[in-house]
């Protein structure tokens, strides 16, 4: 009798423990990275040089002849990241005083609508985390027209190869399990940016003709899509 008592009571404690193991494994919180991935749409950008409480969304896509495709971002699990979101990135490199330059050219740069996208990578460690980074690459389809306007403002284009990649590391990232649908994230001068240009063999060389430390700093607030990439495109052209 002893021993069947004994037996029971612990398989009681066995299955105690296994359901204190599991509600600790639920109420573990997701990693930044797992809220991270998706299809986001930016919808406020905000000078952070300025502290302006002025959304810039409007007036970076000034750029456009047509009415634009709204900057989408999609980060995947892998690490790959695909955007509509080129003029912003031009306006995260070159700033408020240089970036109206792109205005009425931006048709010719970015052709989102034949899904033609500004890709690259973004990568963040594991766990909960305050920064990530990210690299974009810029190889618009007209790479002439993307050169003669930066020679209009100065900028030394003659080492830039096939594209040119802009990496920022620690951007800040602000994200939780409680607000999953919206994101920000802040490029302040804590941020180190690192500009390259690479050829069509990926030999990839630290470009010097655009001072790096010029990004501008800002505060860029994104909500959360459902759909694909190329179906909130085609919704939208």
Known sequence: ???????????????????CGLLESLNDPTPTQTLMEGVWEVTAVYDMGK???VNMLDSIGLGYKSSRIPFFVKLSEDGDMQSTAGPLFLYLVYGNRSYPNFF?????????GDMETTNGDWSINDGIQN????????????MKT??????????????IKTFLLHRFNDVSVDIDSVTPKKMT???????DATYFTSGDNFDNV???????TKFSRCKVVFEKRVGTLQDLVNQNK
């Open 146 to 159: 993307f050169t003669n306007i930066l020679e209009l403002f100065g900028v030394n284009v003659q080492k």
């Open 131 to 142: 920064n990530f980074d990210i690299q974009i690459k810029l190889m618009p389809p007209s």
């Open 1 to 19: 009798m002893k021993t069947t008592i004994k037996s029971v009571l612990t398989f009681l404690l066995v299955i105690l423990l296994q359901g």
């Open 104 to 112: 009425g050219k931006l048709d010719e740069l970015f052709r989102y």
């Open 51 to 53: 502290d302006s409480t």
């Open 206 to 212: 630290i470009w010097l003709g655009w001072q790096a």
């Open 185 to 191: 994230w802040r490029w302040s001068s804590s941020v």
